[in-house]
């Protein structure tokens, strides 16, 4: 184990995930362990709002290395904000409830992160295997290019895992308000306007994402986030025009 490896605070939402919940945090546990050390990292989850026994299983769980936020609102961006505001090391991963990448991508940044800001971990990257439905693959296509239209973004996929250094990325959270997915593009968006460095590294999935059906609403969810990025694009230019 390298001694160059900083604490980290490992961060995901959890909304109704009563049916994977206990083996996350024990696969994280086991996990962690070996890739940066016991005693090196917490394990933060941000519970926001199950209907399910989700909030009962992880008040049932005895671990030192868990902390667990309550909160009464649903939303995953309004989770992942919330993770980032209180994670206690400044070293923050996010990613999905069902580990959807397993360690591999952590064990990637671990090499590089000190050189950067945000490292992102893409889907959409070349070198990616990741396991989807066809309709998700282009949808995701889609909004890729609309984010290329709108805001010139370097980052193809904004909606992986995400590896923060928190005192950089601090100051932003004031302008990244949405309490739902959205809220991981903002970042990308604000980031790369207020120059902060930017990596995307290949992902591959895990065995649990590929047979885990996504909670995602093509129809009604792609409108949404079509309609976050028109008015997030018209929010930045009304701050171009104010400078």
Partial sequence: MSNNIPPISFCFGAYNEEEIILDTVKNLNEGLDKLVGKGNYEILIVENGSTDNTKKILKSIQNKSLKVIYLSKKGHGLAIKTAIQKAKYDHIVITGADLPFGLDDLRKVLKIWNNYDLIFGSKLHPDST???????????????????????????????????????????????????????????????????????????????????????????????????????????RRMQSAL
């Fill in 130 to 236: 990741y396991y989807t439905s066809a309709k998700r693959a282009i949808v995701s296509r889609i909004y890729n290019l609309l984010l290329k239209l709108f805001f010139n973004l370097k980052v193809q996929d904004p909606q992986g895992s995400i590896f923060i250094q928190r005192k950089k990325v601090l100051p932003l959270l004031k302008y990244c308000d949405s309490p739902n997915a959205f809220f991981t593009t903002q970042l990308a968006i604000y980031s790369q306007m207020y120059n902060l460095s930017l990596k995307e590294i290949p992902v591959k999935s895990s065995k649990m994402s590929k047979v885990r059906p996504s909670k995602y609403k093509i129809f009604s969810d792609g409108y949404k986030m079509f309609r976050a990025v028109v008015d997030e694009y018209q929010k930045v």
